[in-house]
DNA sequence: GAGTGTATATTTACATCGTAAATGAGTCAC
DNA sequence: GTGACTCATTTACGATGTAAATATACACTC
């Protein structure tokens, strides 16, 4: 009745919502679920639901729900690539050793916007990444490595080096996607600021600072607070670490 | 039969494992079968049967399971204050201004050292700060947040300095602990290392920076990694941001 | 056509989970 | 004893992840 046509076809009339599933079509879904009902909605039934499948049907496309969660990741760091793409100069590196601190800004910029966007994906980046070891992660997070040890080399890093700034830049950059995701405000409708923030949970005495500077403390830290600690650190470590010289000669002079 | 006396007292013998249930035993089960045996393995009847108690009766020490888990927050920091209360010297500061990165370098240490003794926790960290709102976490949580302020305002921040030095302080310690935790070895039983690490895993040819540098990233940070990375954000923030002009008088003066 | 193989989807079943509600049992003051 | 209060148990329900067996669909050859 309600199918296009196809006497014959199963009682349900079209399979599934929109012709075959796969794996692509059941990330996506997932993710658009977790992004607008959070993890704990994330069930393999509900998503099959979604899908117009049964829960059953998703282990064809992930192994188990733990892989599926992978999934999720591997889908956002997916979209950082597409990112990436799309903002890139299309030519490939005119000066290939000077554009690195700019190229790790972009990085970190996009991932931040990116992670902004599926804020609740993000305590996976944590979860997973402690229980996938490094080498069986999806394909997309291993090419994001790559690309960041990369242009580290490019800056002139030696591999210890290179090692140490990868460490700082994944970790500040996850460290400060987190931070900006915490919850700040206690009850968004209140129109008073302090109880907004919920300020009179807070015992007086014994957290003057903190009381004082919750309001601050609320608002984001923002792009510009993203860039400029990855700059102090990335200058920490150049000319700390061992590296070679190119650094010291790229900055004002022409292609390599 | 097995129990020291009473005859008249309940079948099951003595009430629980050790006397009665309070919250503060139920938080050190907790903590401990994490530990154990992971996130994963902490279910309500599993921790009361760990207690010797029915899973309902832990509802009477956490309202639920979410509440649990913020329960579980609540210990690591208040193990972060008694590791923190050890080594301090005893006198309350001395040279009231001039210690705070001394301090502040001691926090990050402790809390590092804390986070890696329960490392399944630590994605916790991350969750639960997103999903309960500055003024009603854990009290524990809280004075740590004012420990970090006052220390900050003690280095001549002002406040919008101390906010953003605050955030790159949160950052930097979460995220560089989450690194330092991620899963690198692939089979840890494998005696060849490129075996051991996966390597076979990653494509060669798409992948050369990341295989080459893989051995070493499997490395720790380690301690030294976190206060490096540390000094860089605050020696970048101090100056850059308006603050007094105490730090500038106390890095070679006596007291205040 | 009939038959066979492979990819895809469903059905059924089970142990385990979080927790609402009602009930029992212990201790204390009166 | 009698009530009040604290602490623990019992029972029950819906939801979850997933193993196993089964069903359906499409692409082939014969």
Redesign the pocket.
Known sequence: MASHSEA???L?GD??RHG???RGRMLASALELVDSEGLS????????SEL?????????????????LDGLVEAVYLELEENLAEGSDSEKSPAAGREWRGELHRIALTTYRVCLTHPQVVPLLATRMMAVPLARRPLAVLRDHERVLALLRQAGFDEAGATTAFRAFTAWVLGYVSVELRAMVDNPDEPDPAFRLGLHRMPSQELPRLRETTATLAERGGAEGLTAGLDALLDRFVGTEGQGIHQLLDSPGEDA
Not at 41 to 48: F, K, V
């Open positions: 014959g076809m199963a349900r399979r599934g075959r599933l796969n909605a994330l069930s393999m039934r509900r998503l099959g117009g499948v049964e829960a059953m049907t998703l282990y064809r496309y992930a192994a188990s729900k733990d892989a599926l």
